[in-house]
């Protein structure tokens, strides 16, 4: 089964880093986002990754990650650059 996967990324301020004409639906709501992907699921292990070109120079701070697939959030995280 294939899956889309959408990538939303905040910089240090809380600003969604995204073109504003990209949107997907998730968790009942019209989202933009950073960059998507599809993968090919198999529940086998797999390890993915997706690529992402920041638009803007990165800054110092903390950066939050969130991942969504089939309508949900799957994970999020927090990368401090400094």
Same mark, same amino acid.
């Given at each position: 089964?294939?899956?889309?996967?959408?990538?939303?990324? =905040?910089? !240090?301020?809380? *600003?969604?880093?995204?073109?504003?004409?990209?949107? =997907?639906?998730?968790?009942?709501?019209?989202?933009?986002?950073?960059?998507?992907?599809?993968?090919?699921?198999?529940?086998?292990?797999?390890?993915?990754?997706? *690529?992402?070109?920041? !638009?803007? &120079? =990165?800054?110092?701070?903390?950066?939050?990650?969130?991942?969504?697939?089939?309508?949900?959030?799957?994970?999020?995280?927090?990368? &401090?650059?400094?």
């Amino acid at each position: 089964d294939y899956h889309k996967i959408y990538l939303r990324v =905040f910089d !240090p301020a809380g *600003n969604l880093i995204a073109n504003e004409n990209d949107m =997907f639906e998730a968790d009942g709501q019209d989202m933009q986002y950073s960059t998507s992907t599809s993968i090919s699921y198999n529940d086998d292990n797999t390890s993915y990754s997706m *690529n992402w070109i920041n !638009p803007n &120079e =990165f800054i110092k701070g903390t950066y939050s990650i969130i991942l969504y697939s089939d309508g949900y959030t799957m994970g999020r995280s927090d990368i &401090e650059l400094r």
